[in-house]
């Protein structure tokens, strides 16, 4: 709550014009400075700037609300509490679908369609509340270039023709997604703090920010001394106002993660960085003497973030056409899984897969492995690279 701007903490805009001269724009900005500083910039006297703290104190304490009084408010506008996926076995669980008022993790291997999941979800924030949609524009903050206008009409042509049956309907509703290209941690930081009044003057309703894991494992090398605090101040201080802002304005915020291997060996690897065979052979390793060894896939950025988020969905390989969605932390739903495959209209459940080969290990949502290929691939390729018993050199070695 302290991130939130003097100009919506009752301050007149005269005063605001004059404290943002001296680079003092937030609440916490104002509360930080002593007595003497604040009567220096607002030239005002001892007793006004006792009263203007206690203005700006009450406008940034957070509000105490009841149970009941929050039941009420969902009960009253059940549209406004989640953002539908139209992934109906998934919006059950979920209790409506993606939650507003906090923070949403996509995690999982490369080309497992987080991107799409999220450039899917950013057509449904544009569309009327009567169809399940927040009736809002989106912020999308791109830190690996990879999304796609093209792809964005796409999606919105095929999910729903009836009504983008126009291609002006179809032009519309891009003019209603915002895009940034932040490439640096210091940029995203920047356009996070600055997402207030935009959010209020484009009347948004969807923040996405695809991905938080991409800027931050390129700027920070953890085996440097301090790199891992600032690493870790860096992502608190960027959730602390995410959350703020998915709270104030009601609206789900949609971060997207990697992937990161520890082996046995105590080895830790950046699984969306290795090459495309040792990719296949992250959750049974081989080493150097042809032995394989124990790992674990799990999601990047550590066990502290992991409690950052407030629902953890995430997304793993299970065979060439199929994929396998997760829902591995929610303060709502139960630990499920679906069978989805990637579709011109986007993300498509395979409600009538079975599952019976599902797996839960442990009670720690930052633990769960991860499936970074589908088994019978992954062993081909391990058994094809492993030297035979008889010295012979396999005849036929597919590659990648």
Same mark, same amino acid.
């Given at each position: ?28 900005? $104002? ?25 700006? !104190? ?13 039941? #009420? ?9 989640? #953002?539908?996926t139209t992934l109906h076995s998934l919006d059950k669980v979920l209790h409506g679908g993606v939650p507003c008022g906090s923070l949403t993790e996509i995690t999982g291997p490369p080309g497992c369609g987080k991107t799409q999941f999220c450039i899917m979800t950013s057509v449904l924030a544009t569309l009327p509340v009567s169809m399940g949609g927040l009736d809002g524009a989106v912020i999308y903050i791109d830190t690996e270039s990879a999304f796609s206008a093209e792809r964005l009409i796409e999606i919105a042509g095929n999910r729903f023709?009836?009504? $983008? ?54 700027? $920070? ?18 959730? !602390? ?20 291997? !520890? ?44 409690? !950052? ?28 899984? $679906? ?62």
């Amino acid at each position: 709550m302290a991130a939130k701007k003097l100009r919506r903490a009752g301050l007149s805009q005269e005063l605001c014009e004059r404290l943002s001269r001296h680079q003092i724009t937030t609440c916490q900005d $104002f509360l930080c400075l002593s007595f003497l500083e604040l009567m220096k910039v607002t030239g005002q006297s001892y007793y006004d700037v006792q009263k203007l703290l206690c203005k700006v !104190s009450r406008a940034c304490a957070p509000k105490m609300q009841t149970a009941y009084e929050m039941k #009420l408010r969902k009960s009253v506008s059940p549209s406004s509490a989640f #953002l539908s996926t139209t992934l109906h076995s998934l919006d059950k669980v979920l209790h409506g679908g993606v939650p507003c008022g906090s923070l949403t993790e996509i995690t999982g291997p490369p080309g497992c369609g987080k991107t799409q999941f999220c450039i899917m979800t950013s057509v449904l924030a544009t569309l009327p509340v009567s169809m399940g949609g927040l009736d809002g524009a989106v912020i999308y903050i791109d830190t690996e270039s990879a999304f796609s206008a093209e792809r964005l009409i796409e999606i919105a042509g095929n999910r729903f023709p009836t009504y $983008f049956d126009s291609e002006e309907k179809l032009l519309c509703m891009t003019r209603s997604i915002h895009l940034y290209q932040e490439l640096t941690c210091g940029s995203v930081l920047k356009r996070i703090m600055s997402l207030e009044e935009e959010i209020i003057s484009k009347k948004v309703k969807l923040v996405i920010i695809d991905s938080i894991a991409s800027v931050v494992r390129k700027e $920070f090398d953890t085996k440097l001394q301090g790199n891992l605090i600032e690493r870790s101040n860096f992502l608190a201080r960027g959730a !602390s106002v995410l959350k703020y802002l998915a709270e104030e304005f009601s609206m789900p915020v949609i971060l997207t993660n990697q992937i990161t291997t !520890s082996l046995s060996n105590g080895l830790a690897i950046q699984a969306d960085r290795v090459s495309p065979a040792d990719d296949l052979s992250l959750s049974e390793g081989a080493s150097g003497s042809g032995k394989r060894e124990s790992g674990c896939v799990t999601a990047a950025l550590g066990n502290t973030w992991s409690h !950052s988020v407030n629902t953890r969905l995430i997304l793993q390989y299970h065979d060439l056409p199929t994929r396998q969605l997760l829902v591995a932390k929610s303060p709502v739903a139960p630990f499920s899984a $679906f069978f989805y495959t990637i579709e011109k209209s986007g993300l498509v459940l395979q409600d009538g897969k079975d599952q019976t080969n599902l797996t839960w290990e442990g009670t720690n949502p930052a633990l769960q492995t991860i499936r970074v290929r589908n088994t019978t691939l992954k062993d081909t390729l391990l058994d094809a690279a492993l030297p035979s018993t008889a010295g012979e050199t396999p005849s036929n070695t597919s590659y990648l």
